[in-house]
């Protein structure tokens, strides 16, 4: 039995199934997908891409850090902002219930 339950969205639209019914997600996936939809909300992806080498960059590492924990279903002091080597920005944080949950943010917002 799960705790969290939430609709699967992607690219902004509702999965559906073989069916054509609605597919959900649970636990540490709708954990995932909350913490995405914040960043796209607040618009910080953006700032974070676009601001590329400066001192904006950092600020706006905090301000997701901050973002990310704020959800009561993150264990405080776990969230971390990655760069990789090929360029694309991470946001990585462990769950109290159900383990670490990773987001990539992407150009167009975040994964």
Request: hydrophobic share 45%; charged share 15%; proline share 4%.
């Given at each position: 039995m799960s705790i969290y339950r939430d609709l699967h969205i992607s690219n902004g639209?509702?999965?559906?199934?073989?069916?054509?019914n609605p597919s959900y997600l649970t636990d540490r996936a709708a954990i995932a997908q909350d913490i995405v939809h914040a960043i796209l909300d607040t618009g910080l992806a953006h700032l974070l891409i676009s601001d590329?080498?400066?001192?904006?960059?950092?600020d706006t590492q905090i301000k997701l850090k901050l973002l990310v924990e704020d959800d009561v279903?993150?264990?405080?002091?776990?969230?971390?902002?990655?760069?990789?080597?090929?360029g694309?920005?991470?946001?990585?944080?462990?769950?109290?219930?159900?383990?670490?949950?990773?987001?990539?943010?992407?150009?167009?917002?975040?994964?």
């Open positions: 639209d509702v999965v559906l199934d073989a069916g054509l590329r080498g400066t001192g904006v960059t950092a279903r993150i264990m405080p002091g776990t969230v971390r902002i990655e760069q990789s080597s090929s694309h920005w991470w946001v990585l944080a462990d769950t109290i219930d159900f383990g670490p949950v990773t987001a990539q943010i992407t150009q167009g917002g975040a994964l």
